[in-house]
């Protein structure tokens, strides 16, 4: 009777067992394949933004040291570019020259760090919301890019199908093609801020 309850009980522990190593198992593998990917970009970035993912990072050296955040892009007609750029200029009270708040004063774009030609940038903004060419950022993530991104640093924006793409867009550099020009802020460098993205 003795050997009976033993064995009972050895089967009962080496059955929970095997239930637990499998349900540990599952929970890994779940993880697994719910971790989110990793940036898309080059080691040379020092941002890779993912429009598609609508998340963005900010990187050193390869690897990442924020990210992925939440972000939005450019809304129909008003697309974010893709491609590789360079910052151009930052604006830490930046106020853009093509939108207006309803009281009429020009739209704030706090934290602005411009990476393209017509007043593209990161800035702070509601990534809920689909911008008109700019990355919209959580403010506490906007303030971080604004820190750590300095002018010349490497931008890389990747689209589902980035094939198309020439990655030259900032080698045009000094071209304004007529948009609104005023000083992109603390760099000294003419940043091209007619907004395009509140």
Do not use: Y
Not at 54 to 75: E, T
């Amino acid at each position: 009777m003795a050997n009976r309850r033993v064995a009972f009980v050895s089967s009962a522990v080496l059955g929970m067992s095997c239930i637990a190593g499998a349900a540990f198992a599952g929970t890994a593998l779940a993880d697994e394949a719910a971790a989110p990917a990793g940036p898309p970009c080059a080691a040379s970035a020092r941002s890779c933004v993912d429009l598609v993912g609508r998340q963005a990072w900010l990187m050193q050296n390869g690897q990442v040291i924020r990210g992925p955040v939440p972000i939005s892009s450019g809304g129909d007609g008003a697309e974010t570019p893709a491609g590789t750029f360079h910052v151009i200029s930052k604006d830490k009270d930046h106020k853009s020259n093509e939108f207006m708040m309803p009281n009429g004063q020009p739209a704030p774009m706090p934290w602005s760090v411009f990476f393209e030609w017509g007043g593209i940038a990161f800035h702070s903004g509601d990534p809920q919301k689909a911008s008109a060419g700019c990355i919209h950022l959580n403010p506490a993530d906007a303030q971080a890019w604004f820190n750590n991104l300095q002018v010349g640093d490497e931008v890389e924006v990747h689209k589902a199908d980035d094939s198309d793409d020439d990655n030259s867009a900032d080698d045009e550099s000094g071209d304004d093609s007529g948009d609104d020009s005023d000083d992109g802020g603390d760099s000294g460098d003419d940043g091209d801020s007619g907004d395009s993205g509140d």
